[in-house]
């Protein structure tokens, strides 16, 4: 029941992945629960110019270059001139967008979700500013509650020297990469991320000539030492040029072209590199101006975070944080556990997620995925390993398909046999990596996965050998 000394048991600060689905799950569990959200819609970055509308474009420009360079004809699907319809793809990735974000709100008005529109910051503990525009004018409304919960997400870190102006479409961040009205001659993407490589991967199918200038000496930070080198051969082949162990000084723009100026990571003389069109995407930082974080005395740790205890609550007791804003990988579906989690604990239940199994995934064609440590890190930790590969060139479906890049990782502790990590490239490695996380999650070893059946013929299957080869026993390599 509701406590009448506030207007609402719970108030989430942001809809996004951890902000809707805590607001869903608290009203659930009954308590009077209200969401700001400033956008227009529902759904954070993830569902408006994130997550959602880059796998429409990813899909689509797949696609486009299937059809584009002869794969079909290989299975018999002769088809005449291809061209590309940019304003149709673009229209099909704006449709799935209102879909999902509408079914956000359809679920707010099922679950009794209040939809506070506007900006909020903090008057204290227990109640905020609520900042809405009203006949062109704002006005400004105090709404209390017993619990608050901070998921403002992220935005895109800037680059000093570097000028992001999506609405001329020459330096453009995420944002803006998702939304170009034409394919660019030359796109040079700063970051060798997952966002950078998978929109730069959407541009070069649909006929841009793209560049990733990155400052590390490897693609894909975070990623397994082999997933890292394997990814600089696929992308290499599949046409992109990488400067790897660089660093971007500055852009300039004059109409619509931009020239880079370029200097070796470790110093050194500078070149130029001219485009017309720059991706900015070397990372994201937590949402955290404006909430006024210090009338309630909460203090931002070193990387700009809000630190949480196990349970998401803040030092501010009544006041917690979930997703971008605290420590730990930005992931939606990180931050949607979070959601559900911090709702169960505010409930009075016990709300847990296993950050030590969090998938992580990059959409390109192939997909990279992996959970858990990697090698480089379980041997920091002092595991002893025995570590089993199986290659996609040796699973019959992928062979089949003509998908055979990549390969199945499995880090197991070579004492206690217990699954450590598991990489992958695959074309459909974000669905199977779905089974190594539900195999750590249950503290599975090496020989639990190879013991388990797998339907034949299906790319899981390199997951089984993966772990068959821990141990010396796979059949097929």
């Not at 869903?24 to 509308?53: D, F, M």
């Not at 070193?302 to 605290?326: C, L, M, N, S, Y």
Request: aromatic share 4%.
């Amino acid at each position: 029941m509701a406590d009448p000394t506030y207007d609402y048991d719970v108030l989430i600060i942001g809809a996004g992945p951890g902000g809707y689905v805590a607001a869903i799950r608290a009203a659930q569990l009954g308590l009077k629960t209200a969401c700001v959200e400033s956008r227009a819609t529902l759904g954070g970055t993830c569902l408006n110019v994130g997550c959602i509308p880059s796998k429409a474009l990813l899909h689509g420009s797949e696609l486009f270059e299937e059809a584009h360079d002869g794969t079909m004809a290989k299975f018999g699907v002769k088809l005449g001139s291809v061209e590309l319809d940019l304003p149709a793809m673009q229209g099909e990735k704006t449709t799935a967008v209102k879909e999902l974000t509408g079914g956000i709100e359809f679920l707010f008005k099922k679950n009794k979700v209040d939809w506070l529109k506007g900006h909020a910051s903090f008057k204290d503990a227990h109640s905020v500013v609520l900042r809405q525009a009203q006949d062109e004018r704002d006005v400004d409304k105090t709404v209390t509650a017993k619990n608050i919960v901070i998921a403002t997400g992220s935005s895109v870190t800037p680059l000093p020297g570097v000028t992001v102006d999506n609405d001329k479409g020459v330096v453009v961040d995420s944002t803006g990469a998702l939304a170009l009205d034409r394919v660019p001659t030359h796109m040079v993407v700063i970051g060798g991320g997952v966002i950078g490589l998978e929109l730069g991967s959407v541009w070069r199918r649909l006929g841009a000539k793209v560049t990733v200038v990155e400052f590390l000496d490897q693609l894909l930070p975070g990623m397994d030492g082999d997933v890292r080198k394997e990814a600089a051969k696929i992308f290499k082949k599949q046409g992109m040029n990488l400067r790897l162990s660089t660093k971007v000084t500055g852009v300039t723009v004059k109409g619509k072209q931009a020239t880079l100026t370029l200097e070796p990571a470790a110093g050194g003389a500078a070149e130029t590199l001219d485009a017309d069109c720059v991706l900015l995407a070397i990372g994201r930082r937590p949402n955290v101006d404006g909430l006024n974080l210090a009338a309630i005395g909460l203090e931002l740790n070193a990387r700009g975070q809000i630190e949480t205890d196990h349970d998401f609550a803040t030092k501010v007791p009544g006041v917690w944080a979930v997703g971008d804003v605290i420590p730990g990988p930005m992931l939606a579906h990180k931050a949607e556990d979070e959601g559900i989690a911090v709702a169960e604990n505010i409930a009075g239940l016990t709300g847990i997620v296993n950050h030590a199994v969090i998938p992580g995934v990059v959409y390109t064609t192939p997909e990279f995925a992996g959970v858990g440590l990697t090698e480089e890190a379980a041997k920091a930790a002092g595991h002893e390993l025995k570590v089993g590969k199986f290659p996609m060139l040796a699973n019959s479906r992928a062979k089949t398909n003509r998908e055979s890049d990549g390969f199945v990782k499995v880090i197991a502790d070579a004492k206690t046999d217990r699954v450590l990590g598991v990489w992958a490239i695959a074309s459909v490695a974000g669905t199977m990596i779905a089974e190594a996380a539900l195999a750590m999650e249950f503290g599975a070893t090496s020989e639990d996965v190879a013991y388990t059946c797998h339907a034949h013929p299906t790319h899981s299957e390199a997951i089984k050998e993966a772990a068959m080869a821990v141990r010396g026993k796979a059949i097929h390599a």
